[in-house]
């Protein structure tokens, strides 16, 4: 595909701004960037920074050349890349599963099955080192976040908001829908790579209970 | 009293171990951090004879004291600040040779806001992601100083170093900042009275600033749109304009994605004098393209 509706703007003296169509565009052209700087086609960049619908590419030396030249970029499609999905399992036990389940309309145990029966990507990361939101669910499963944001919600959290899932890494306030909880350590600078989510990264939920996995 | 290391005697109001920052994982959620005055840190490294990635203490106002358990040679530079070696006057902003078991107290700044101070041999905490700097937004790096907490330090340098550079010049804190702003990527989330305001108005340093921003008191930057713009990457100095309409420049802790409008980002050069900007320094914008 073209990268059609695709802006670039300048972001200082050494950053673009790249705006695209939708969600799916960005993390196809987000791809794209990642397979030219491998294949030693892309300018050298000190940060690619994908998000819901930019990319923001930082530490350029000529950004305005860049800028011109991208929206001109013919994009591959999203395909599904080599490699395994990294297994999530999930003790869907979270305090808010009956309201997301009562939003979609559907019983908890139905509700499991929908979020385990994805295949989730990593869109982009923020928010804290190693939280990634992952798209994968269908449209009509985005859940509003909490009115009033929870204080603490603990390391490990497996939760909901908009269009997204997203697991913490760490103890933090937050105001998604938790939906369950898992033993997986999603971030642990003492590892490499520190960060078990990175843009791009495919992502399985499994039931803990149903496997036997992360049981306590 | 050998091993090669510094204990805190005094940690002071916020005293925290920076480098040149933990670049290149911005797109895990990783901010840059690293020291809000480089120039300073280049230059205190100098000094002493390190490498300018060597880490090094950023002081908050007042200063703090560490104890020398080995010689070593030190530079205290960045905001001027009186600096005493077991109670005695020693030279600011030049290197100073310390023996083992003396204290080393960095006073109150009396100018500026950030005293960086190098010891020969850097400071030599265990990187994190490349980098020693201590990021308070999301926790990596080092826990900022406590009392009693002991730093350890790298091998000295094989450069000589006492008298290495004499009287280097160091740029006095600002007494107003200006700073050169490119408009964008945002600008068209503003009115043009907006960005009329943000070139000609008068802003001061908010209190309230810290390592993450500096913010700003002063007129309020008007929207042309309304509604909430989708998160997006943000960098140094960008400029963000939070609902409230008074404008925050991102600093070395910033986060890595951001909802706000940018309605744009200050050089980079111009940042080294916002790390020593007291609250109530004015602040003006200058757009450049």
């Known amino acids: 595909m073209n990268a059609v509706g695709t802006r670039a703007m300048r972001v200082g003296e050494r950053a673009v701004l790249v705006e695209l169509a939708g969600g799916e565009e960005t993390e196809a052209f987000h791809a794209e960037l990642l397979r030219r700087r491998a294949a030693g086609t892309l300018p050298a960049v000190r940060e690619i920074v994908p998000a819901a619908r930019t990319v923001l590419l930082d530490g350029v030396a000529d950004p305005e050349r860049l800028a011109a030249e991208l929206p001109g970029w013919e994009v591959g499609p999203l395909s599904a890349r080599v490699g395994a999905a990294v297994g999530i399992p999930v003790r869907y036990d979270g305090p808010d599963l009956a309201e997301v389940a009562a939003l979609w309309g559907v019983s908890v145990e139905a509700a499991v099955r929908i979020h385990t029966a994805a295949e989730f990507r990593v869109a982009f990361c923020g928010f804290a080192p190693g939280f990634g939101y992952l798209t994968g669910l269908d449209e009509r499963y985005g859940v509003p976040r909490r009115a009033t944001p929870r204080t603490a919600v603990p390391a490990g959290s497996v939760a909901l908001a908009g269009p997204y899932t997203g697991?913490?890494?760490?103890?933090?306030?937050?105001?998604?829908?938790?939906?369950g909880t898992t033993d997986t350590v999603l971030w642990d600078t003492g590892r490499e790579p520190a960060a078990l989510l990175a843009p791009g990264t495919r992502v399985r939920f499994t039931e803990a209970g149903a496997t036997g996995e992360g049981g306590r | 009293m050998s091993d090669r290391a510094v204990a805190v005697v005094r940690a002071g109001a916020l005293t925290t171990v920076q480098d040149l920052g933990r670049t290149g994982h911005a797109h895990l959620g990783v901010p840059r951090s690293g020291a809000l005055d480089p120039a300073a840190v280049r230059l205190v490294n100098r000094l002493v004879g390190n490498p300018g990635t060597a880490a090094v203490l950023e002081t908050t106002v007042n200063g703090c004291a560490v104890r020398t358990r080995c010689a070593v040679t030190v530079a205290v530079g960045g905001a001027p600040c009186?600096?005493?070696?077991?109670?005695?006057?020693?030279?600011?902003?030049?290197a100073v040779r310390v023996a083992a078991g003396s204290v080393l107290e960095i006073g109150t700044a009396v100018r500026g806001v950030r005293a960086y101070v190098a010891f020969g041999g850097g400071i030599d905490v265990g990187p994190v992601l490349g980098s020693r700097s201590t990021d308070l937004l999301s926790g990596l790096g080092p826990a900022p100083l406590a009392d009693e907490m002991v730093l350890p330090l790298g091998r000295p340098p094989y450069t000589a170093t006492k008298g290495y550079v004499d009287a280097p010049p160091w740029p006095g804190p600002p007494d107003e900042l200006v700073l050169r702003v490119r408009l964008g990527p945002r600008e068209d989330w503003f009115t043009?009275?907006?960005?009329?305001t943000l070139a000609t108005r008068a802003y001061r340093v908010s209190p309230a600033s810290n390592r993450i921003g500096l913010r700003l008191e002063g007129p309020a930057l008007e929207r042309a749109l309304p509604g909430e713009l989708a998160s997006e990457g943000m960098v140094l100095g960008a400029v963000q304009v939070p609902p409230d309409g008074r404008p925050v420049v991102f600093l070395a802790d910033h986060p890595t994605t951001g909802g706000y409008p940018v309605v744009g980002v200050v050089r980079e050069a111009d940042l080294g004098a916002v790390a020593q900007a007291v609250p109530g320094t004015p602040v003006r914008f200058t757009p450049v393209r």
């Open chain 2, 82 to 94: 009186p600096v005493r070696v077991d109670g005695r006057p020693a030279a600011w902003g030049t």
């Open chain 1, 167 to 179: 697991v913490y890494p760490r103890s933090s306030p937050g105001g998604w829908q938790l939906i």
């Open chain 2, 192 to 196: 043009d009275a907006a960005l009329r």
